[in-house]
Every structure is written in structure tokens, then in C-alpha cells.
């Protein structure tokens, strides 16, 4: 697969980028496409509507409220212009919508003059490096930046400095009904719960039940692999699957975790079968490379 070179560079640079990011601008001296520190009106500073972060607690935005009425705020908002005297935030929204419920009338910020797709990265960066998206808006950010600028997985998995099986496993969150997405932005499940319920007839009731319960994830993925057997032998069926082990089960995640991908392991006496199926060419690609780095 042949990969954009442009890609590659900023994959390399981003990371530099975002850590130079809330860094005061005496330190970034020569630097491109950087203006001096200054202060700029809040009502001339706009969200920007991609970016992936959409929850907000409002507990957390309170307390960061009373420290900018007290202290200030400490790191710059990273903006770039999108018209006269106008700006986009790229990376700060939490602390632009503190510095409001404060009473600010001005805010710090740091000009970026950057396009499009790189605002999106770089906000898909900034958070995900430093824990602000919930599972489903980091989901949302990767499928926003493959569907809209043609990334790959690899891509992103360079970019965002993880593993590609960390983006295909986030993807796959996006398979999930509505409600059981909600539960995933609220933090009554996690992703290793919802993973779990991904091949089930109904994640929903599963996803309701494992909350009702407090289930751990384990738990979850035993209610889970029980549902997926309910569903492979109906009630009547002469032909039962036998039950695979603990051990096996817990090889399987953790494969399919690993290679973002679904992982069967069956045992037959002494031997077995070890079967991943794979949904694309990329994935078969990414296969045939591990396989030859062993």
C-alpha cells in the first residue's frame, strides 16, 4: 500500500507540534506561523464545530471557573483566524467556556494559522493525549478524519502515537446503538464493555444489564460470548457448540485486542484452529506484515 508522504511528515511533526502548543511564545522564537501572545475579546472566539469533544462536566467547568476568577488563565486558548478579527479554537475549548461562566471579557490565545484537516488533528491529538475524549468522541474524531480527509488506520495510528489495532478497536464502538453509546459517554460502561457486546443480538438490553449490575468486564464478556452461542445454537438444536474456557476466551480478547480484529481460537485434541477474519485489504495488508516481522 502506497502511503502519502505528507502524511508520514506530519505524522512524525504533530506530536512536536501540539507539545509546543501552550509553550509561551518568548520560548518559540523563529518559529512559523506563530504570532506574539495577546489578549483578544471572547466574544470574538468560536468553537470549532468538529471538534471531537462535545462533553463537557459541568462540576469540572465550575471549579475551573472559580480558579480563573482567583489565578487567571494560566495556558493560552490555540486559535486560528477564520476571518476579520474573528477566531476558531483549535485546542482550549474547556478553558474558553470557563473563562465565560468567570466573567472574563478577554482571553489569551496563541495563533496557529493552520488549515482544516490539521485544526481537526491537532484537536483529535490534544485531547486524545491528554485523556478529554470519552470512547465515542475519540471514535468520531478517527472515522471524522478517514471519511473527510481519506486517512488510513495506520495513518491515524501514527498521527495520535498508538497502535492501528488501538484505532480499529475505537472504530468499532461506532457499530453500537445510539443508547448504548450513551452509556459509553456518561461513563456507565467502558470500552472493554462495550467491545464485549459489539457481536451480540442485543446490545442494549446487555449493555442495561451489565450497568444494573456492575459487572465487570470479564463478567461482561462472559454475558456477552453466552448471548453470541444463544444465537449459533437456538433452543432445539441437536448440535451444541462445546463451551470454550476461561483460558481460551481470554486468548481470544486478547488477540483480538491486539490486531483490532475478530480472533476465534478452537482446541481439537492436541491441535486447533486459530481463525481472523479480516473485513478489508488494509487489515489483510497489516496481517501479512506482522506475520512476516515474526
Known amino acids: 500500500m502506497n502511503e502519502d508522504p505528507s502524511k508520514r511528515r506530519l505524522g512524525r511533526g504533530l506530536a512536536a507540534l501540539i507539545g509546543e502548543m501552550d509553550q509561551p511564545i518568548a520560548s518559540m522564537a523563529n518559529r512559523p506561523n506563530i504570532s506574539a501572545d ?4 471572547i466574544e470574538l472566539v468560536n468553537r470549532n464545530p468538529k471538534n471531537p469533544r462535545k462533553n463537557f462536566s459541568e462540576d469540572e467547568l465550575q471549579d475551573l471557573a472559580s480558579s480563573i476568577r482567583q489565578h487567571g488563565i494560566v495556558q493560552p486558548v490555540v486559535v486560528r483566524t477564520i476571518g476579520e478579527d474573528k477566531y476558531e479554537i483549535i485546542a482550549g475549548e474547556r478553558r474558553w467556556r470557563a473563562a465565560q461562566l468567570a466573567g472574563l471579557v478577554e482571553i489569551p490565545v496563541i495563533i496557529r494559522d493552520v488549515d482544516d484537516r490539521t485544526a481537526l488533528e491537532l484537536a483529535i491529538v490534544e485531547n486524545v493525549q491528554r485523556s478529554d475524549l470519552n470512547p465515542v468522541e475519540e471514535a468520531l474524531g478517527y472515522e471524522q478524519l478517514i471519511a473527510e480527509h481519506g486517512y488510513t488506520q495506520n495513518d ?34 467502558s ?104
Open 38 to 41: 495577546r489578549k483578544v475579546p
Open 156 to 189: 491515524l495510528g501514527e498521527i495520535i502515537g498508538k497502535s492501528r489495532s488501538h484505532v480499529a478497536n475505537s472504530l468499532r464502538l461506532l457499530k453500537l446503538p445510539d443508547p448504548v453509546r450513551d452509556m459509553l459517554f456518561d461513563g456507565s460502561l
Open 191 to 294: 470500552a472493554g464493555h462495550a467491545r464485549a457486546l459489539i457481536p451480540t443480538s442485543d446490545p442494549v438490553a446487555l449493555a442495561r444489564t451489565i450497568v444494573q449490575r456492575g459487572m465487570s468486564v470479564r463478567d461482561a464478556e462472559r454475558l456477552a460470548q453466552n448471548d453470541i452461542k444463544a444465537q449459533s445454537n437456538p433452543e432445539g438444536s441437536q448440535h451444541r457448540v462445546p463451551e470454550k474456557d476461561a483460558d481460551t476466551l481470554a486468548l481470544e480478547r486478547n488477540l483480538s485486542d491486539r490486531l483490532g480484529l475478530d480472533v476465534k481460537v478452537a482446541h481439537k485434541g492436541e491441535g486447533g484452529r486459530l481463525t481472523i477474519s479480516y473485513k478489508s485489504l488494509e487489515q489483510l495488508e497489516d496481517i501479512c506484515r506482522l506475520l512476516e516481522r515474526g
